[in-house]
C-alpha cells in the first residue's frame, strides 16, 4: 500500500452510498483515504473486503466498519450502536466511546473502543479480539461463541449471559454474572495474550489486575432429568 498518497474525502460534499463506492475503489489502487467531516454520519466504511486503511477525522453513527475484511480503520471520536459489527478480519479502532452491541457477531480482527461501550457490546461473538479501555453496559458478551472480549473498566449485569465459548477479562467491577458465566483462574497463556493486547491498543494496565470468565459449560446439553422429561412429552 502507498502510504505516502492519502486520498481526502470529504463527507459533507457526497452521500454515503457515493462515500462507501470512492473507499472500494481506493482500496482496489491500495490506495489510504481519509474521510473528513463524518459529522455523526451512519454507515461509514461498511462492506469492505480488501485491504484498505481508513482514517476518520471525527464522530461517526451506527454500524461505522460493519461487514468489513482486512481494513485499518482509525476514528477520532465516538462510534454510534454496531461498531464493526460482523467484522471478519482488519482493525478498527477508535478514540471515544462506542454505543451498544460494539463489535457484534464479529468473527475475526481487532476492535479497540478507547472509552466505554454500551451494553450488548460483543454479543454473538464468533472470533477476534474486542478491547474496551472503558466500561461496558448490561448484557455484555451475551451468547458468544469464540473470540477474546477485554473489559479495562467495570461490567454491567448479566455479564457472559449464555456463553458458548470464549474468553472475557475484566479489570473492573462486575455487576452480575450472567447464566453458565463463571470466574476461572488467570493463566500464563492469558497474562501473555493480555500483555500483548493490551500493549498493541496503547492501554496501561497490568494482565494481573484482570479477572477472567469463561463458560461454566452446563447449557451445552440438557441434563439427565430434563431428557427424560422430553422423552416422556414425545
Avoid at 65 to 85: K, M, N, S, T, Y
Avoid at 125 to 138: C, D, N, P, Y
Avoid at 151 to 156: H, M, N, T, V
Amino acid at each position: 500500500m502507498e502510504q505516502g498518497i492519502i486520498v481526502t474525502i470529504d463527507c459533507e460534499t457526497r452521500t454515503t452510498r457515493e462515500i462507501n463506492l470512492a473507499l472500494r475503489e481506493a482500496s482496489l489502487a491500495q490506495t489510504p483515504v481519509r474521510l473528513s467531516n463524518p459529522d455523526c454520519r451512519h454507515n461509514l466504511a461498511v462492506g469492505v473486503t480488501t485491504p484498505l486503511s481508513v482514517e476518520i477525522d471525527g464522530h461517526v453513527g451506527y454500524y461505522c466498519g460493519g461487514l468489513c475484511d482486512g481494513v485499518d480503520i482509525r476514528v477520532a471520536g465516538d462510534a454510534g450502536w454496531g461498531l464493526a459489527e460482523n467484522l471478519m478480519g482488519g482493525r478498527i479502532a477508535i478514540t471515544g466511546a462506542a454505543g451498544s452491541a460494539a463489535g457484534a457477531t464479529m468473527r475475526g480482527g481487532t476492535v479497540i473502543v478507547g472509552g466505554d461501550a454500551g451494553a450488548r457490546c460483543g454479543i454473538a461473538m464468533k472470533g477476534g479480539t474486542l478491547i474496551v479501555g472503558g466500561s461496558v453496559g448490561v448484557l455484555s458478551a451475551f451468547m458468544m461463541q469464540k473470540g477474546v472480549l477485554i473489559i479495562c473498566g467495570d461490567a454491567g449485569e448479566a455479564l457472559g449471559d449464555s456463553l458458548y465459548e470464549g474468553k472475557i477479562y475484566v479489570r473492573g467491577m462486575i455487576a452480575s454474572l450472567g447464566s453458565d458465566a463463571v470466574i476461572s483462574d488467570l493463566t500464563d497463556e492469558d497474562a501473555a495474550m493480555l500483555e500483548a493486547a493490551l500493549g498493541d491498543a496503547g492501554i496501561d494496565a497490568r494482565p494481573e489486575e484482570f479477572q477472567k470468565i469463561v463458560s461454566g459449560k452446563k447449557l451445552y446439553n440438557f441434563s439427565t432429568k430434563e431428557k427424560e422429561i422430553w422423552k416422556t412429552a414425545l
